[in-house]
T-cell receptor
Framework: RKEVEQDPGPFNVPEGATVAFNCTYS??????FFWYRQDCRKEPKLLMS???SGNEDGRFTAQLNRASQYISLLIRDSKLSDSATYLC?????????????FGTGTQLKVEL | NAGVTQTPKFQVLKTGQSMTLQCAQD?????MYWYRQDPGMGLRLIYY???????DKGEVPNGYNVSRLNKREFSLRLESAAPSQTSVYFC???????????????FGDGTRLSIL
C-alpha cells in the first residue's frame, strides 16, 4: 500500500458545482496534513493546512478523519480558475526522520 | 520577498555531462529539500537538509549529490547525467518550529531538465 494515495481523476465538474477529494494515508502516527494546488507545469503552492477539527478558507473546507486515516478537500461553488491538480501532503515518520510525503494528485477540470 | 529561487529554469544536457542546480531561500527556513516530479509518479524526494550542515538521502538519491552551502542555499549536482534523470526538479524549504508540528513546504518554480 502506498504511504499516501489519491484518486488521480480527472474530476470534470460544471462551474458552480461542489466537489470533494479524499486522500488516504497509511501511517497512523502522522501529525501534519496539507493540501497543495499545482497548475500545469508550475510549482505546487500551499492551499491550506488541515487541522484536527477541520478548517475552512472561503470556498475551501479541509477535514481530517484519523479513525479512517484520510483527509478531504471540499470545494464549493467551483470556478473555472479552480482547474488544477490538488496534491495532499502528509508527514510520515520513518527511520530516516520526519518527512513530508506527497500524493500523486487529483486533477480537477471545471467546465462551463 | 522572492521566497525560493531556483536556477536555471531550463537546461538541456548530453548524457554524461555534469551540472549543478542552484536553490536559495530568503525566508530564514532551517530545512530545505530537492524533489523530482515525473508524470504519474508525483513528487519524489531526492535529498533533504534538516538544518545547515546536515544532509540526508530521500527516496531517490542515486545519481545525485547535494551541498547545503549555508542556511540560504542548497544545491543539487548531477555528476554524470543520464536520460532517466530527465525531469522537473523542485526545491522547497520549510520552517522548523519545535512543538508546533510539521510545517508546510514552500516551493521554487522548478528547473526543467532534459538529458539527451
Amino acid at each position: 500500500r502506498k504511504e499516501v494515495e489519491q484518486d488521480p481523476g480527472p474530476f470534470n465538474v460544471p462551474e458552480g458545482a461542489t466537489v470533494a477529494f479524499n486522500c488516504t494515508y497509511s501511517n497512523s502516527a502522522s501529525q501534519s496534513f496539507f493540501w497543495y494546488r499545482q497548475d500545469c507545469r508550475k510549482e505546487p503552492k500551499l492551499l491550506m493546512s488541515v487541522y484536527s477539527s477541520g478548517n475552512e478558507d472561503g470556498r475551501f473546507t479541509a477535514q481530517l478523519n484519523r479513525a479512517s486515516q484520510y483527509i478531504s478537500l471540499l470545494i464549493r461553488d467551483s470556478k473555472l480558475s479552480d482547474s488544477a491538480t490538488y496534491l495532499c501532503a502528509v508527514n510520515i515518520l520513518t527511520g530516516g526522520g520526519n518527512k513530508l510525503t506527497f500524493g500523486t494528485g487529483t486533477q480537477l477540470k471545471v467546465e462551463l | 520577498n522572492a521566497g525560493v529561487t531556483q536556477t536555471p529554469k531550463f537546461q538541456v544536457l548530453k548524457t554524461g555531462q555534469s551540472m549543478t542546480l542552484q536553490c536559495a531561500q530568503d525566508m530564514n527556513h532551517n530545512s530545505m529539500y530537492w524533489y523530482r516530479q515525473d508524470p504519474g509518479m508525483g513528487l519524489r524526494l531526492i535529498y533533504y537538509s534538516a538544518s545547515e550542515g546536515t544532509t540526508d538521502k530521500g527516496e531517490v538519491p542515486n545519481g545525485y549529490n547535494v551541498s547545503r552551502l549555508n542556511k540560504r542555499e542548497f544545491s543539487l549536482r548531477l555528476e554524470s547525467a543520464a536520460p532517466s534523470q530527465t525531469s522537473v526538479y523542485f526545491c522547497a524549504s520549510s520552517e522548523t518550529l519545535p512543538g508546533q508540528g510539521y510545517q508546510p513546504q514552500h516551493f521554487g518554480d522548478g528547473t526543467r531538465l532534459s538529458i539527451l
